[in-house]
Every structure is written in structure tokens, then in C-alpha cells.
């Protein structure tokens, strides 16, 4: 008895304890709720009447509560959060809270300058941390709540039929899209607690929409009719822009939005060609609660470091079951790198720079995965210089891996141009016995690599190739900068037609990208710019997967400076 009533007193102890923890930020956790930028990238600060979203532990109830009326509370299931800039404090209306984050507006009087916040929990104060206050910056959500993916864009058909844009529900030229983020700046009265008042935020001059890299026809840009703090951009989607995957930005005097995704076809509603499937083998997919795939590929990477050649071929296989929804949203990484020709798209992250992941991207594909799928032993590739192994990566379900070439002999290259014969024996558990044939044709070769050095952000940037043997697929132009300071990466994407020879990196591409400083180590790259080829995916057919693709890239890397 004596031992169960010590129990239930310590027990209630720290209970007690638990109930009055103060709720605890860190430095870097209040984001556009938007875009998600993080802290240290170039469009992180948060605007005046936009909506922000802030992280932490013990910072609301453990079960979420959701506004639902006008006007907006500034406290929020025992939550306030107060900002305060140059002595003067400001009280946010509040959307939501849980235990983990949560949202409210920053008031649209918070003057631009450097605010601090504290929350409220339950009477408990929060450590204090700082963030910039500008009067505008956009941010485009994302239906996978991330700032990255397909956009929230409506195709506006009539006042009664808006669909959500989707892969199958494109939009088509000429046709009005609504785009929904926030960030376009102060209220127009100065209320950000009551349904806003319509009307554009700023001058039509200063908002500027690109899709696929073509600049939209802006017929609106300010707060919506239907929620406080919330805005959205009416724009009219350009001619000769088209696909299923075409990139989204809002620029806002020339400072880049995150980029988002949206489906463009010129007739009927379901994209052609996302993936390389048609539309009706793409609802076959999408109408699936998981989706089993397979993607097979080779990528060959060349670089000069410190005046030698190195050549990095790996080939590799990724056997998964996915949930549907990442088709819809555009974040599987089957999609990635089949973005729309003559187009381009950024993305900022947080890295970890002492645990050695300089650059290291974030795994698109993580949200979406259910489970790996056992292909077998290993898959074996026999092309025109041998037979190779790629064996099953240790403790990782469907996942395979190898080497290829010599690092330290570019001229014994494995990937020369022919054609490759990939089989898995006997087959897995999951994934059945298969044997397909592709051809690798020769890559481009980047013909003004030598004359690029550092990169100015603010001005665009051209790149020239000479076209190898007639291929069906992209250049890809691309690029890392970090900064060990500011714990941020960056990398841009963009995809042109080979027989073009010739690609302009815009300024507002470069201009999203965060400054390279290695903080004076010259053994740390700052940055890189690649140039390369990728052909369009080709499709095999596997017992036990419902998508089967195999894709070839090959890149021309290069040390440089974003400055």
C-alpha cells in the first residue's frame, strides 16, 4: 500500500510538472504558413497581415482548436502570442493551436523592422525569439501543406465551378486561375480580426506571376473574400505554356515566392504525359489507394576539383509503395526532374552543417511512402563494357545501389552510349522476375562551362551546350549554394529542350537562392552550377508493381559563388 500511495504522489507530481511547463521556441521556428521558407533563405521574413505558422514544444493544447468566427480571438484555447517591435507590443489574432504549432496573423500595424515574440500557454511564457518584419512577401500554398508540390489553385469556370487544379483537372490557356497564399501585405483597413476588405493590395506593376517561366496576365492580387489574412492572385494562364508538372512563382518587387506546381492542358481536364503516361493510364493510377512502383536509373556525374578530373557513375533502384495522393500533389519522385521545358523552380532547406549533410536535400518522397518492396537479391545490368551488380542496400526494403565507374579514372567510364539489359533473377517477395532493354545515346557536352565563374543572383545567367546524338528528354540546368552561417541550402532546377543550345537562368530564379559563405574554408564548396542531360523516362513492366521507370541523367558539375 505504502509503495502504491508514494507512486500516485510522485505520479502527481509530474503530472503537475508536465501541466506548467512553459512553452518552449527555438530560434528560426516562426514561418510563412504559406511557403514555409526557412529561416536564412532570401524570403523568409514574414509581412505585415500575413499569415505565420510557429513551431515549438508545450506551446498549446494537445488537441488542436481551430478558429471559427469574426471576429479572430487573440487568445486561442489558453494561447497568445505577442510581437513586439521598438517598445511597442502587438497582440495577434489567432487561427489555430496545438501543442506543436501554431498560426495566427501578424498584425498589419507591426511596423518592418526586427520583432520579437513570446507565446502564451495556460499563463506560462515562452522563451523569446526574434524574426524580420517586412511590409510584403509572398508565400503559395501548397495542397500538401509543405510550400512545395501542386499548388492551391482553383480553375475558375464559372462563379459555381472552380475545381481544384489537379493532374486530372488541368487548366488551359487563356483561362483565369486562382492562386491562394498570403504575404501581399497590410490590410487594406487595417483590420485583421474582421472578414477583409477587398481590393489590390499593391500595384499590378509590382505582382508578377510566372508560369513555366511565362509572365501571367495578374487581374487581382489581394485579400480574399473569405478569410482574414489570407490572399489570392487571379491570373490569366499564358499561351504555349503546357504540362503537368508547369512551376509557379509570385514575385513581389522581384523577391520570389517558394515555387509550386500547377497542370496545364490545352483540351480536356486529365494532363498528358505526366510521368510519360497518358491520361488515361494516369486515372488508372490515380484511382488507386497505393500505387506500387519501381524506378530503375544511371547518373553520371563529372567534376573538377582542384585542377583533377573526377567522374562519379552510380546506378540505383527504388522499389516502393506510395500512397496516391503523392501523383496528385506532385511530390513523388517520379515526377521529379519532369518539370515543363524552358522552365525552372527553387527550393530552400535547413542543413545541418556539423553532422557533415551540406546540401543534402530533404527525401521528396518520405510523406508519400508506405512501405519498400522486395525486387529481389540484387539487379543486374549488362551493357557494352560488362556486367554489373546493383545489390540491395543493407536494412532498406526495395532499395538498390552501386558504384559504377572509377572515381579516379574518368576515361574508364561504365555509362557510354549503347544498349543496357537490366533483370532481377528470380524475382522478390513483392516484385516479380523481369528483363527489359534500354539504350543510352551520347550526352551534351556544356561548351561554356569555362567562362562561368561566380554567380551574381541579381542578374540572369546563360548557359550554352552543343547537342549530342537526337535524344527524347531535357538539359537540366541546376545548382547548390549554402551557407554554413545561416544553416541554409539552396538548389534550383530548370529544364530546357537539348536542340535549343542555349539557356537564361532568370534573375528572379537566382535572386530565391541563398548567398554561398563557407565561413573561410576552402575545403567546403560554397556552391556548384551543373549542367547536364536527362532523357525521358522509359517504362518496364514487373509482377507486383503497377509503375515501372527507368531514367538516364548525366552532369557537368562546377564550383562556383552565389554572391
Not at 194 to 219: H, K
Not at 379 to 388: D, E, H, R, T, Y
Amino acid at each position: 500500500m505504502r509503495k502504491n500511495i508514494l507512486l500516485l504522489f510522485f505520479g502527481c507530481i509530474a503530472f503537475a510538472m508536465t501541466a506548467i511547463a512553459a512553452p518552449q521556441l527555438q530560434q528560426g521556428s516562426i514561418v510563412n504558413a504559406a511557403s514555409f521558407a526557412v529561416d536564412g533563405s532570401p524570403n523568409a521574413a514574414i509581412a505585415q497581415g500575413s499569415l505565420f505558422t510557429v513551431f515549438g514544444v508545450d506551446v498549446g493544447p494537445t488537441t488542436a482548436v481551430n478558429v471559427d468566427q469574426f471576429p479572430l480571438p487573440t487568445a486561442l484555447g489558453g494561447v497568445s502570442v505577442r510581437v513586439t517591435v521598438n517598445g511597442q507590443n502587438f497582440d495577434c489574432p489567432m487561427i489555430f493551436v496545438l501543442n506543436s504549432q501554431v498560426s495566427g496573423i501578424l498584425p498589419s500595424n507591426v511596423p518592418p523592422g526586427t520583432a520579437t515574440l513570446v507565446l502564451t500557454y495556460n499563463g506560462q511564457a515562452s522563451n523569446a525569439i526574434t524574426f524580420p518584419v517586412v511590409p510584403r512577401m509572398a508565400g503559395v500554398f501548397s495542397r500538401n501543406s509543405s510550400g512545395s508540390g501542386q499548388s492551391v489553385i482553383q480553375n475558375y469556370i464559372s462563379p459555381s465551378s472552380q475545381p481544384d487544379n489537379a493532374l486530372n483537372q488541368a487548366a488551359h490557356a487563356g483561362q483565369v486561375a486562382i492562386l491562394w497564399g498570403t504575404g501581399l501585405g497590410a490590410s487594406l483597413n487595417g483590420d485583421d480580426r474582421n472578414l477583409p476588405a477587398p481590393g489590390d493590395l499593391l500595384p499590378r506593376d509590382q505582382v508578377r506571376v510566372y508560369v513555366g517561366g511565362v509572365q501571367a496576365n495578374v487581374e487581382y492580387a489581394g485579400r480574399s473574400g473569405c478569410c482574414a489574412g489570407v490572399d489570392q492572385v487571379n491570373f490569366v494562364v499564358p499561351q504555349n505554356v503546357e504540362g503537368c508538372f508547369v512551376p509557379v512563382v509570385v514575385t513581389l518587387n522581384g523577391m520570389p515566392s517558394n515555387f509550386t506546381m500547377m497542370a496545364i492542358k490545352n483540351g480536356g481536364t486529365s494532363c498528358d504525359g505526366a510521368f510519360g503516361l497518358d491520361s488515361n493510364r494516369l486515372d488508372q493510377l490515380i484511382s488507386k489507394v497505393n500505387l506500387k512502383t519501381g524506378a530503375i536509373g544511371f547518373t553520371r556525374t563529372r567534376m573538377q576539383v582542384l585542377g583533377f578530373n573526377t567522374s562519379t557513375e552510380v546506378g540505383f533502384g527504388n522499389f516502393e509503395e506510395l500512397n496516391s495522393q503523392g501523383l496528385l500533389t506532385g511530390g513523388s519522385a517520379l515526377g521529379e526532374g519532369l518539370f515543363t521545358s524552358n522552365s525552372c523552380s527553387v527550393t530552400n532547406y535547413r542543413t545541418d552543417f556539423g553532422n557533415g549533410n551540406a546540401g543534402e536535400q530533404p527525401d521528396p518522397m518520405a510523406p508519400f511512402l508506405v512501405r519498400g518492396l522486395d525486387a529481389g537479391v540484387a539487379i543486374s545490368v549488362a551493357g557494352p563494357n560488362g556486367q554489373k551488380q546493383l545489390p540491395k542496400v543493407t536494412g532498406e526494403t526495395g532499395q538498390y545501389f552501386a558504384t559504377l565507374g572509377d572515381p579516379l579514372n574518368p576515361t574508364a567510364s561504365y555509362l557510354t552510349p549503347g544498349v543496357y539489359t537490366m533483370s532481377n533473377g528470380g524475382g522478390g517477395a513483392d516484385v516479380g522476375a523481369f528483363n527489359f532493354t534500354k539504350t543510352i545515346p551520347t550526352f551534351i557536352d556544356w561548351s561554356n562551362r569555362d567562362a562561368i565563374s561566380n554567380i551574381v543572383r541579381s542578374q540572369p545567367l546563360t548557359v550554352t551546350w552543343t547537342a549530342g546524338q537526337a535524344q527524347s528528354g531535357l538539359v537540366v540546368i541546376s545548382g547548390i549554394s549554402y551557407s554554413i552561417p545561416r544553416k541554409v541550402s539552396s538548389s534550383f532546377f530548370c529544364y530546357a529542350d537539348p536542340a535549343a543550345g542555349t539557356f537564361t537562368v532568370p534573375a528572379y530564379v537566382l535572386s530565391a537562392m541563398v548567398a554561398s559563405d563557407s565561413s573561410g574554408n576552402t575545403l567546403l564548396q560554397a556552391g556548384t552550377l551543373n549542367v547536364g542531360g536527362a532523357l525521358s523516362p522509359g517504362f518496364f513492366e514487373a509482377p507486383g508493381i503497377d509503375l515501372g521507370v527507368f531514367f538516364v541523367s548525366a552532369m557537368d558539375m562546377k564550383q562556383v559563388n552565389y554572391q
